[in-house]
């Protein structure tokens, strides 16, 4: 198993992250952190877990760069891809990439464990695909084209699409999409991938009995105005990629 972790300027949540791991009960696997240019000494952790492989890349060219560039490098059939700010151990993103790697004959290229708040209480990510109502609304109010909810269903549907705050990928299936979009620097390139895959019959599932922390905000109106013009520049990105003409 391989486990990319994306970090951007955010030294305490990869901390804390790389504690919870436990990475003294791994006997396999590898664990990646690409750190997106970080300028707040995110790097020197490096020096504290020798055991992982740091690879900070000179400019932030966004997550899924970064997770592209993590993928690249790793040597397992499956990887698992996260934010720094999940809270979770290595036993279960073992469990999650041990459950992608058993479903391979049912033609799941992704598994999703189900996310929690700091509280204990669900997270939603798992929203619509986009179409050309939610980007009207999206165009007035960025957060309203990208809503999610607490999954209900053990997978996506056909028009659905989740968060790639964990998810683990079979490497083999993911090859005929191929990777993240990298023209998507922070929004949308998950949306992006899943609108792939559905597109090529490939099922991407939900596990009913993995759960993972995650420190960080879902999408929504506490998006500060610096991510905001992100927003808006991939949710266009998107719309140039996969709506009609007439629609764009």
Request: glycine share 6%.
């Amino acid at each position: 198993n391989s486990i990319v972790i994306v970090n951007s300027n955010n030294k305490p949540a990869l901390l804390s992250l790389l504690k919870s791991l436990h990475l003294e009960e791994s006997t396999s696997g590898e664990i990646i952190v690409i750190d997106c240019a970080s300028f707040d000494g995110s790097v020197e952790l490096a020096e504290q877990f020798p055991t992982v492989k740091f690879m900070p890349m000179k400019i932030n060219r966004g997550f899924f760069a970064a997770a592209n560039r993590g993928i690249d490098r790793c040597g397992g059939d499956v990887v698992v891809v996260c934010h720094a700010d999940i809270i979770t151990d290595i036993h279960t993103l073992s469990d999650l990439a041990d459950q992608t790697r058993e479903a391979a004959g049912r033609k799941i290229a992704a598994v999703f464990p189900r996310l929690k708040r700091i509280d204990d209480s669900e997270q939603g990510f798992v929203g619509k695909l986009p179409h050309l109502s939610s980007a009207i609304k999206g165009a007035f109010y960025a957060p309203a084209g990208l809503k999610c909810g607490v999954p209900t269903l053990d997978h996506l549907t056909e028009n659905e699409w989740a968060r790639f705050v964990c998810v683990a990928f079979n490497r083999d299936l993911l090859s005929a999409t191929g990777l993240m979009d990298e023209k998507f620097f922070l929004y949308c390139g998950d949306t992006d991938l899943c609108a792939r895959m559905h597109k090529k019959k490939l099922r991407i599932a939900i596990s009913k009995d993995i759960h993972v922390r995650h420190a960080g905000a879902g999408i929504g109106k506490e998006i500060p105005p610096h991510l905001m013009r992100i927003l808006r520049n991939d949710q266009q990105r998107y719309a140039a990629k996969h709506f009609p003409a007439w629609q764009k």
